[in-house]
């Protein structure tokens, strides 16, 4: 059986760096809405690639495996601020059902992307529609406990 070890476990994380962690995120009022220790194995992704918010990303830089750390982020740094040109108004009787306060409903873009939205309001005329993010806006308190670093371009070495 063969093993992959990396040979330094000094290595710190950088942009480009392949990563295992597990990673926990919360809100400001302290409930958590994602958290990957449920799993039996930690989740690996690559520094860059774009699977992490560039704010949980600048988060990670530096750590190496057995670091854990926590921090607050500012909305600007997590989902983004919550945007009111991003609610949209829709005439009501265009909807195949009535929509529901506080239902997600999926519409396409221009380029029939699935695009999701929540319906704010609904009156007989007139329904909004928020297309922000849901935590756009809010303060995130992100977790994470690093198991491995591979430097990019490094598979490390297989022992026999």
Not at 37 to 48: A, H, K, Q, T
Not at 72 to 90: I, T
Not at 130 to 137: E, I, Q
Request: proline share 6%; aromatic share 8%.
């Amino acid at each position: 059986m063969s093993e992959i070890i990396n040979p330094n476990d000094e290595t710190r994380i950088e942009d480009g760096s392949k990563v295992q962690l597990h990673f926990s995120v919360a809100i400001e009022n302290g409930v958590e809405i994602d958290n990957t220790r449920s799993r039996d194995e930690p989740v690996s992704l690559i520094i860059g690639d774009g699977n992490l918010l560039p704010g949980f990303e600048k988060a990670l830089f530096g750590l190496r495996a057995g670091d854990r750390r926590t921090v607050s982020l500012p909305p600007e740094d997590a989902f983004g601020e919550w945007n009111p040109e991003n609610v949209q108004r829709f005439d009501t009787v265009k909807f195949e059902q009535r929509p529901e306060v506080g239902h997600m409903i999926e519409f396409e873009d221009k380029a029939k992307a699935s695009l999701f939205g929540v319906v704010m309001s609904v009156a007989d005329d007139i329904t909004e529609i928020d297309f922000n993010h849901p935590l756009a806006g809010k303060n995130i308190t992100f977790a994470v406990e690093i198991f491995k670093v591979t430097p990019q371009g490094q598979q490390g070495i297989r022992l026999m």
